[in-house]
Nanobody
Framework: EVQLVESGGGLVQAGGSLRLSCAAS????????IGWFRQAPGKEREGVSY???????DYADSVKGRFTISSDNAKNTVYLQMNSLKPEDTAVYYC??????????????????WGQGTQVTVSS
């Protein structure tokens, strides 16, 4: 059984930081890319960050310079360090695994498995 379990969300003030974790099980972690997505109320799910099987990373323009994705393959865990948080970062954050076509790595449809989501709320 493939399972992704997210944690680390919460309520923070603008300018604060959170680190999200996504623990994966049921598959060989380094055979898959991992994407972080978020969905705010009334909005489409959007890609936030991505890490490939080789460890290359990419970020949405809205979070570049503030968020950092990383992985610990030995622990089958991916992290999203979020700094300088803004109210517009408020959303449910999801991690997902798959083998996306590179040009479509920002599309949720390219990912096979999803975590349950964790709420991030930034006040101000």
């Amino acid at each position: 059984e493939v399972q992704l379990v997210e944690s680390g969300g919460g309520l923070v003030q603008a300018g604060g930081s959170l680190r999200l974790s996504c623990a994966a099980s049921g598959f060989t972690f380094d055979d898959y890319a991992i994407g972080w997505f978020r969905q705010a109320p009334g909005k489409e799910r959007e890609g936030v960050s991505y890490i490939s099987r080789s460890g290359s990373t990419d970020y949405a323009d809205s979070v570049k310079g503030r968020f950092t994705i990383s992985s610990d393959n030995a622990k089958n865990t991916v992290y999203l360090q979020m700094n300088s948080l803004k109210p517009e970062d408020t959303a449910v954050y999801y991690c997902a695994s798959g083998v996306p076509v590179f040009s479509r790595r920002w599309s949720p449809r390219e990912y096979d498995y999803w975590g349950q989501g964790t709420q991030v709320t930034v006040s101000s």
